[in-house]
Antibody, heavy 125, light 107 residues
Framework: EAQLLESGGSLVQPGGSLRLSCAAS????????MSWVRQLPGKGLEWISVISGSGVYTFYADSVKGRFTISRDNSLNTLYLEMKTLRAEETAIYYCAKDVSFYPSGIANDGFDMWGQGTMVTVSS | EIVMTQSPATLSVSPGERATLSCRAS??????LAWYQQIPGQAPRLLIYGASTRATGVPPRFSGSGSGTDFTLTINSLQSEDVAVYYC?????????FGQGTKVEIK
């Protein structure tokens, strides 16, 4: 069965750093763009970053640009999110999500058909 | 940045009745529009993409329509398991913004 499993969430102080991981299984990982989406407690969804299947293309929300870095290791079927200079208002559940369409060379214009269970990041002193 | 606006914020519908949810984009997004269902305590689930294509395994009582700036998610014959928050999201460009969500309740 195809699935995504996030890890790495924890309590971190404001200004600190954290790296999240998302282990994929059950599908051809390198063929799909992958995104990170976060959800503040009791709030809606915020898309924050995407990486193409090959890893060549990346995009970020303005709110995290310059502080967060998305990457992937297709040999390990794993997606990463490196987060630096974290802020209290970034306390949230962080989800990884897979694109619907198989598109190894780019990023398709469709939705996210598979989500992980989420990992909680708490930024607090 | 394209702003997605959903209405109403909360929708109360009797079991077996139809629920109609709206999503409006601040710019033309063509048919690059997806709908998600999030049941409390769970991750979001894709229902519709391309404005009207049902995702794998989604019951036919869920349907999507619209193009350009105005979109609709219709849930025919609402079931108790459909109680959730529903989000729209465009995929026209970056950032791929979400609407603020519509909470569907059983009346």
């Amino acid at each position: 069965e195809a699935q995504l499993l996030e890890s790495g969430g924890s309590l971190v102080q404001p200004g600190g750093s954290l790296r999240l991981s998302c282990a994929a299984s059950g599908f051809t990982f390198s063929g799909y763009a992958m995104s990170w989406v976060r959800q503040l407690p009791g709030k809606g969804l915020e898309w924050i970053s995407v990486i193409s299947g090959s890893g060549v293309y990346t995009f970020y929300a303005d709110s995290v640009k310059g502080r967060f870095t998305i990457s992937r290791d297709n040999s390990l079927n794993t997606l990463y999110l490196e987060m630096k200079t974290l802020r209290a208002e970034e306390t949230a559940i962080y989800y990884c999500a897979k694109d619907v369409s198989f598109y190894p060379s780019g990023i398709a214009n469709d939705g996210f058909d598979m989500w992980g269970q989420g990992t909680m990041v708490t930024v607090s002193s | 940045e394209i702003v997605m606006t959903q209405s109403p914020a909360t929708l109360s519908v009797s079991p077996g009745e139809r629920a109609t949810l709206s999503c409006r984009a601040s710019q033309n997004v063509g048919t690059y529009l997806a709908w998600y269902q999030q049941i409390p305590g769970q991750a979001p689930r894709l229902l519709i993409y391309g404005a009207s294509t049902r995702a794998t395994g989604v019951p036919p009582r869920f349907s999507g329509s619209g193009s350009g700036t105005d979109f609709t998610l219709t849930i025919n014959s609402l079931q108790s398991e459909d109680v959730a928050v529903y989000y729209c999201q465009h995929s026209k460009n970056w950032p791929r913004t979400f609407g603020q969500g519509t909470k569907v309740e059983i009346k």
